[in-house]
């Protein structure tokens, strides 16, 4: 409140007061007066205590946004130290299907090409390493099809009614890396 709204305030109590006593005298008027003039001092401690409350609001909003961004930054650095190895990872998912693919021609009845022990022993620790840094294949065969986990490749008639809307083949695996998609599904789906 400024000076001069204070002394308004008083003045207006002082006409209030006089109106319900007619009998004010002169000594009464004089000590109004010098109610209403405010020392300098207490305008200038007035004054304080305003940038007081201001630096003192400034310094909390300061304090909490501050506060938010440390918590912002940890949360970031958290992410990026989980998904560190994602490049790696993307960069091996095709090896890991060139593996699947000769392991399944390999198993193939009809072939006469062989998966000796040592490339199995070699595939099967690449998978486990994989796994353990956080990689995981997503089934995907029998499902039902989902826009955001499969990418559909074609769509064909559905071999039984059980298979309608679901998926029927998967031409690429997908995979996550500790719960984030890294590679969608791609899949042949039922219709």
Not at 1 to 28: G, I, R, Y
Not at 42 to 47: F, L, N, R
Not at 103 to 128: H, M, P, R
């Amino acid at each position: 409140m400024s000076k001069k709204d204070v002394k308004e305030n008083l003045a207006e109590e002082h006409q209030e007061e006089m109106v319900d006593q007619p009998d004010n005298t002169v000594e009464e008027d004089t000590s109004a007066e010098e109610a209403l003039e405010i020392s300098p001092e207490q305008e200038a401690m007035e004054k304080l205590r305003q940038e007081h409350g201001e630096l003192k609001d400034k310094y909390l909003r300061l304090f909490a946004e501050f506060e938010n961004y440390k918590k912002r930054t940890f949360k970031e650095k958290l992410e990026l130290m989980k998904t560190a190895a994602q490049d790696t990872m993307s960069a091996l998912l095709p090896v890991l299907d060139d593996f699947d693919r000769a392991k399944k021609n390999a198993e193939d009845q009809s072939t006469e090409e062989i998966f000796s022990e040592g490339v199995n022993l070699v595939y099967n620790k690449l998978y486990s390493v994989l796994k353990n840094k956080g990689l995981e294949a997503m089934e995907s065969n029998g499902e039902v099809f989902d826009p955001e986990l499969h990418e559909a490749i074609t769509e064909i008639p559905a071999p039984t009614s059980e298979l309608k809307g679901k998926i029927v083949d998967t031409i690429e695996k997908g995979y996550t890396l500790k719960d984030k998609i890294i590679r969608h599904a791609k899949v042949v789906t039922g219709k």
